[in-house]
Nanobody
């Protein structure tokens, strides 16, 4: 069974940094698109950063995080990262990773992590 496990959230002061990780495990044949969403209290979820997959190698960022957040992936470890610098209170949200994964002997599926809380506050 394929699963995504997130880590790295927490409480940080404005201007600080955090790095989120999302590790995929299980019987995995291939991983396509991977990315991060976030959902703030009372708001809809928004895409934060994305590796599109499917031959599109251009990373995409939500406008408010450009220049502050960096998404990266380690394909050997099946792990996705989100380095968040210069954090602002408005970055406070639950962050979810997702990945499009083809398990061994199966078809492509969308998987989500359990979510990790990021709180930016003085």
């Amino acid at each position: 069974q394929v699963q995504l496990v997130e880590s790295g959230g927490g409480l940080v002061q404005p201007g600080g940094s955090l790095r989120l990780s999302c590790a995929a495990s299980g019987s995995i044949f291939s991983i396509g698109a991977m990315g991060w969403y976030r959902q703030a209290p009372g708001k809809q979820s928004d895409l934060v950063a994305l590796f599109p997959g499917g031959g599109d190698s251009i990373v995409k960022y939500e406008d408010s995080v450009k220049g502050r957040f960096t998404i990266s992936r380690d394909n050997a470890k099946n792990t996705l990262y989100l380095q968040m610098n210069s954090l602002k209170p408005e970055d406070t949200a639950v962050y979810y990773c997702y990945a499009v994964i083809r398990p061994n002997g199966g078809n492509w599926e969308v998987h989500w992590g359990q979510g990790t809380q990021v709180t930016v506050s003085a």
